[in-house]
C-alpha cells in the first residue's frame, strides 16, 4: 500500500497570532515555575532564571520538571483548548480530529546548551495520522533567532523526502536507544539555504503540514525556549480508518515502512 503526499497540494505553514488565551499561557509559565520551584529551584521573578539555576544544581532535577509539565493540567487545557482545535478542524476540513496524546510534546531548549538535534525532517515519517495531518508548534515565551525557534523550509516542502533512520547519539557517540528519521543527508544543502526562522509571541501558533521540512534551530542564547507540540489528523480520513488507526504509537517507524518502503534509503537496526 502506498500514499502519496505529494499529490494534495496547498499551505505547508500558516502562523496563527494571538490564538490561544492569554490566560492559558500564563498560567503554563506560572505551572512550570512552580514545578521548577518544586524541584529545588530558588525563587526568581525570571521563569528563565528559574530554569538556569535549576539545571546548575542538578541537571537531572530539571528532566524530571520537564517530564511532569506534559502531565500537567495546564499542559492539557492548552492542546485541547477550543480556538486550538478549531483551527485544526479548519485547516483540515474535517468533523472530528485524531490527536494522540503521546504526539503532544514539552520541549526545552536551554541557552548555550549543546544542540539536542532535531535535524531537518518531516513530521509525516514520525507521527503517520490521516495523509494531510498537521502540527501545531507554539512557544510559551517569545520565540525567535535570540533562541533558536524552529527554522522551515517551506519553499521545500512539496514531496515527502527519502530518510535515514538512525539512532540518537550522545556527543561520545553512543547509542540513547530511540531512532530519528531525518531527511537524507544530500538534501541538507537546498534546506539550509531556504531556512527560515519562525519569529513567535507567546499565544502564536505556527500551524503546518506534516510534510513541511523543518528542524530545531541551536539555541544560542539569550533566552531559553519552551515550546508545545500537538498533532491533529483528520480522524475518519479513509486512509487511517482503513488501516485501524494505526499510527507510530512507539519508538519504530513500522508504519511509516510499511506504507513508504521506497523511502527508507538506509536503517541502524543496532
Ligand atoms: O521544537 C523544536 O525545536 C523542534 C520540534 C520539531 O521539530 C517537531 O516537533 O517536529
Redesign the pocket.
Known sequence: MTQTAESRAGEVLSIHRGLIPAALMDEAVEVLGALAMAAGAPMRDDIDAQITALAAIDRRRLGRVYDAMRETAAFRAIVTCGPLLAAAKARLGCAHLHSPFQHC?F?M?LAGEPWRG?GW?Q?YA?NMLSLDYV?A?LPLTATGPHNGS?QAAPAASDRVYPVEIRFKRDPTGASLGTRDAFIAERFQTVFDAAAQTLELAPGDVALFHNRLV????FNPGPRHRY?I?ARFGDLLAAEVADRGWAHRRADGFETFKALHPELVELEETA
Do not use: A, C, E, L
Open positions: 510534546v520541549r531548549d532535531f525532517h513530521d514520525y502540527t508548534w524552529i523543518h528542524r530545531s534551530g515550546s507540540q
